[in-house]
């Protein structure tokens, strides 16, 4: 099918000038140089017909990807702000009801030197962010719906940095991101950039109050005899002065630390994301990034340091924190203007996009702006002038959050902005619309909640950090709507709690969320109390959140969370006792890491195995590293990596994962297998089945198999990350043990034919292995990875002890392979330390395998504990 691009009948109401198109080529920020040498470049072929009326991209059959940029060149209008109308399609072959994935629409403007330094040929495409800066941009079409009828697009877009430089030429460029391995089009037509007047926002927003409400007669009655002035005034001390609706109590001391914080923001030092502190200046750049990280800029613009300002003002009293904070209401309102962009709410400085994100206007509504407007009100620095302009935009922001553009009901954003736009309409019910937006929220929360979170409890990204996100904004509008008497939907508190329960299941034994996809080691406490308090009948809530000093304990102690496919074995609550979590379910709708079938383990007070974790989100070799298996506890074949992005029939799933789970008093056990394929194109397909058994309450055995489809001998490397200093191996068993005091942990191989075993610590080439981030922006400490690697033609099948120190104490002295092992079955004896011995049997169901002393089994999995007395004290059978 012919794929298309079509730009027809464009008009810059300018000085354009017909026949000069020129096209230019960037990369997306995931691109990698696999897929570049793959050909997964902007390779379209483009025909300009002769009279520039037309444009053609088409060819595209699936390969290709990156960014087209279609440009000519135009003269700055002497405007403060411009129309653009446009008509346009685009258009994603992968797009289903469930994932719309249409490629993205923007118009930019470049100097010509900017534009230039471009690539012209797709292959030499380079990131988009780190090519030459746009002087500004505009968002026309998020990536979302297909569009494949003609569909009309008018919007108003501030000229900002463009603003000075009324009479030069630049280049006005269409942009069009296509993301997939998949076809790809789009179509425009009818562009027209014209100047306009600005909009008068003070004027659209008193019109939008609702002069009927009797505690608004003074600004009817001003507004009614022309006098804007008192009005303003009128409105002003009324909101001073109001008691409904009121916001949960707000902290009113300040300590040494918070006064700290304030006196920073006074001078412009802020300590964001990670970073050192930064000082910006006296004038604030709300979109500047000085550390070329977009989430500093990101952070910033979320206004957490207003909550400082007030805290410090309502202790001390002192004004100059209202003079600061309303100089940057002024600043902000002023350069941020609240519009509808592709992703960010555009900016008017010279790097755009760095801010703010759709989520952002969630987060300032529901968590910082009515809470610093609360801690300022009655401030005379706080005057009439700037509070208006601060309640003009808690308007504009209620229309920007009611759009449909910027809704992402399946996304931790969507609670978010549900909740800024549920805060606005409780908050401002003297708005026309607040009914509206009230009603729309409720609809939207009902609808985010139905979209994002598993019958399980888990929130689809299956990153713990934002599932806390979801819960904690969700939440917020729960006890906003308590606290002013507004009604939610029925039983709409009721479905939160498998979200708290969530944080029982996964616990680590020192009360973390396990660090998976982009999250780290968060507190399960603060979440557990506050499902505690909601949730009264739930005791084990308290327990957990206690550490065992209040509530009553969880029914049970190991558990499975079926629809993410999460596996949690641990011998109990305290923090010294043994813990493993084990991987087997979806890629994640969102912040996915390639991880399918990961280990973390904990035992003795410490996390023994652990993972990469989460790092910056840049584009950084250190960020490729946490989002690939080299960072996760699984297995690589042939050097290559596992490879699930892309694949969207991995990343959710309707029914409960397919993954296999049992407990008991004696053991626990655990399957799981990956099958998306192994390097960049997926191009190896072999299948990796793990099976996990905990043989309470002393150690795990894992067991691997590999089934290649072809016939070909394959190198297969198990990692384990070891969070230690340093790690040993066993020249004779090759087992690789880690000591951090009287804890340790000590990976055993069982199998026919021993491997190699190399311990990898901070790595860099050829690859990057080895290394843990700590946290703090572009800092990571090196740690020890032991890299278990067999060659085998044909499938194969191994395993591990993991046996976590005691006391100073290995429970397992040895393990021996047994006459009957082959590369696809296992007999082993292990032997305890505190005596007594287990066997294990493994191999294809239904073929017999002689135990010493027990007979045949038949199970595909038979592990039998034996006394010192040789009396059987347990078994497991897998059938």
């Not at 923007?106 to 330094?117: K, Y």
């Not at 305290?574 to 904990?602: C, I, R, V």
């Not at 292990?830 to 294990?840: E, K, Q």
Request: hydrophobic share 40%.
């Amino acid at each position: 099918m012919l794929r298309m691009l079509t730009v027809a009948l464009i008009v810059l109401t300018s000085s354009a000038r017909a026949h000069e198109w020129e096209v230019r080529y960037a990369q997306l920020a995931d691109q990698t140089p696999e897929w570049t040498a793959m050909g997964r470049v902007p390779g379209w072929s483009i025909d300009i017909s002769a009279d520039g009326s037309t444009i053609e991209i088409d060819g595209d059959e699936g390969p290709y990807r990156g960014i087209v940029l279609i440009g000519r060149p135009w003269t700055v209008p002497d405007a403060r702000a411009v129309e653009i109308s446009l008509e346009y399609q685009t258009f994603c072959a992968i797009s289903t009801e469930e994932m719309k994935r249409s490629g993205t629409v923007q118009l930019m403007a470049f100097t010509r030197d900017r534009w230039d330094a471009l690539a012209t040929e797709p292959a030499k495409a380079v990131d988009l962010a780190l090519a030459p800066k746009p002087l500004c941009q505009k968002g026309i079409h998020a990536q979302g719906d297909d569009v494949t009828e003609w569909l009309p697009c008018m919007q108003e877009a501030r000229l900002g940095a463009l603003g000075g430089m009324a009479g030069q030429e630049v280049i006005l460029a269409i942009v069009w991101s296509a993301y997939h391995f998949e076809p790809e089009w789009a179509k425009f037509r009818n562009l027209e950039v014209r100047p306009t007047p600005p909009r008068d926002l003070e004027t659209e927003f008193l019109q939008q109050l609702d002069l009927d409400r009797p505690e608004l007669v003074a600004v009817k009655d001003a507004l009614g005899r022309g006098d804007r002035d008192a009005a303003k005034a009128a409105l002003v001390a009324y909101m001073r002065t109001r008691e409904q609706p009121s916001l949960p109590p707000l902290p009113t001391d300040a300590p040494e630390s918070v006064i700290r914080s304030a006196d920073g923001t006074l001078s412009h030092t802020f300590t964001l994301v990670g970073c050192p502190p930064t000082t910006i200046g006296e004038q604030i750049r709300w979109n500047e990034d000085p550390h070329n990280y977009d989430q500093w800029a990101i952070a910033l613009n979320r206004h957490y340091h207003w909550l400082a300002l007030g805290r410090a003002y309502s202790a001390t009293g002192d004004e100059k924190y209202a003079a600061e904070f309303a100089a940057q209401v002024r600043s902000w309102v002023e350069a941020m203007p609240v519009q509808i962009g592709s992703t960010y709410i555009e900016g008017p400085y010279v790097e755009p996009g760095l801010s703010n994100l759709s989520l952002d206007a969630g987060i300032r509504m529901a968590q910082t702006w009515w809470q610093a407007y609360a801690y300022f009100k009655d401030s005379p620095g706080f005057d009439v002038d700037t509070q208006m302009l601060m309640l003009r935009s808690f308007w504009e922001h209620a229309v920007y959050l009611m759009d449909e553009r910027v809704w992402h009901p399946k996304s931790n954003w969507g609670a978010m902005e549900v909740n800024g736009l549920f805060t606005l309409a409780v908050m401002m019910p003297e708005m026309r619309d607040s009914r509206l937006w009230l009603d729309t929220a409720r609809q939207r929360l009902v609808e985010a909640l139905a979209a994002q979170v598993y019958p399980d409890g888990a929130q689809m990204e299956l990153a713990p950090g934002y599932h806390g996100v979801t819960l904690n904004n969700v939440v917020g509008t729960l006890e906003l709507a308590r606290r002013n008497s507004v009604d939610l939907p029925p039983d709409f508190a009721a479905g939160l709690e498998m979200m708290y329960e969530y944080y029982v299941a996964i616990s680590t034994p020192h009360g973390r969320t396990p660090a998976v996809n982009d999250s780290g080691w968060g507190g399960v406490a603060g979440a557990l109390r506050k499902g505690a308090e909601l949730f009264p009948q739930r005791q084990d809530f308290l327990y957990v959140a206690s550490a065992g000093a209040e509530g009553t304990p969880p029914e049970k102690i190991s558990w499975s969370l079926p629809y993410a496919g999460w596996h949690m074995m641990r011998t109990g609550w305290t923090p010294a006792d043994k813990y493993l979590f084990f991987e087997a379910g979806p890629y994640g709708a969102a912040h996915q890491h390639e991880d399918q079938l990961n280990l973390l383990l904990h035992a003795g007070g410490k996390t023994l195995l652990t993972e990469g974790g989460v790092y910056s989100y840049d584009r950084s070799e250190w960020r490729r590293y946490v989002l690939s298996s080299r960072a996760h506890n699984v297995v690589h074949v042939d050097g290559l990596e596992q490879q699930r992005r892309g694949l969207r029939e991995t990343m959710t799933t309707a029914d409960p994962y397919e993954s296999r789970w049992s407990s008991d008093a004696d053991f626990d056990y655990a399957q799981g297998t990956y099958s998306s394929g192994f390097g960049p194109e997926r191009q190896l397909r072999v299948t990796h089945t793990r099976r996990v058994l905990f043989v309470k309450p002393d150690y795990w055995i894992v067991i691997d198999s590999f089934t290649p489809e072809d016939d070909r001998q394959h190198t297969y490397e198990a990692l384990f990350h070891l969070d230690a200093d340093d790690a040993v191996v066993d020249d004779q068993t090759r087992a690789a043990s880690v000591v951090v005091g009287d804890t340790g942990l000590r990976i055993i191989p069982i199998a026919a034919a021993l491997p190699e075993v190399e311990i990898i610590k901070g790595q860099i080439e050829p690859v990057v292995q080895g290394w843990l981030p700590t946290g703090r922006h572009n800092e990571l400490r090196p740690i020890p990875t032991a890299v278990f690697r067999w060659a085998a033609t044909g499938p194969l099948t191994v395993a591990y002890a993991l046996a976590p120190r005691e006391e100073a104490q290995w429970p397992v002295r040895a393990c021996e392979c047994l006459p009957g092992s082959t590369a696809t079955s296992i007999v082993s004896e292990i032997a305890l330390t505190t005596g007594g011995r287990d066997l294990l049997a493994v191999g294809e169901a239904g073929a017999g395998r002689e135990l010493p002393g027990l007979g045949e089994t038949d199970a595909e999995m038979t592990l039998t504990r034996i006394g010192d007395d040789g009396s059987v004290r347990s078994r497991f059978d897998l059938r």
